[in-house]
């Protein structure tokens, strides 16, 4: 008696799903729609095409934080470029400089230049000393009188035989190594009398 209730079910459980044994020419029945007819972007991906004239960027949160908008953007080029609207480099970095971001220069710089510029920026680096092409003092007078904003162009997209450090090193980073650079710059031409009263027994 149990078998042959299990065979009716499973007999109208086919007739149910539209297994009626024959071929039919019909759209089959679309229980669950699902939004499969919307026009889509690309299949699987977006229900809904972009409207017209604009372009798809971030995610939900990108909409919402003002923050990642900027970061998605960019629009700061003095930020972000190193550079005035009208395309001439900055001369002042944009950022407040003080003690903490002076160490993390300090940080950044032996972390990503000193294998080439060595730890005083004079040039002879590991990677120089192992036959790389040797870079310029940093302390020279040339450099000296750079703006700060193309310091800044150089590390973010190198410079002949300089690679490019812009994927690795954060924008607020790369002028955090442009502050320490400016350091490292006054500590090759500087002189005793630059040395405050309180730190001198430090030196001496
Ligand atoms: C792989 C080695 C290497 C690393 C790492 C490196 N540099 Fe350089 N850098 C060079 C070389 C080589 C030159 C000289 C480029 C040339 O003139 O061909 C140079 C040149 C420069 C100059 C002078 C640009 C000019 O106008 O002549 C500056 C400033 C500079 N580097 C800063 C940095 C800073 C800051 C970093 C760390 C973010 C860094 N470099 C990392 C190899 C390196």
Redesign the pocket.
Known sequence: MQKCLGLVCLGVLFVLSGCRGARSEKTPFHLNPNFDWQPKYKAQMLTSLPPEGTVIWGNEHSFSSAKSREQYLKEDATFYNGKLANGSFVSTIPLKVDEAFMKRGQE??NI??A???DQSGTGH?L??QRG?????N?GDE??LT?QDG??FD??SHG?????A?AKQ?PEAD?WA??AY?RALQKVQHGSVEDVPESSLKEIK
Do not use: E, S, W
């Open positions: 950044r710089f990503y230049c294998v080439c510029h680096g990677v120089v790389f092409a040797p870079p310029p940093l040339r450099l750079v193309y310091l150089v590390i410079i002949r035989n300089m690679p450090y090193i790369r190594i442009v650079v």
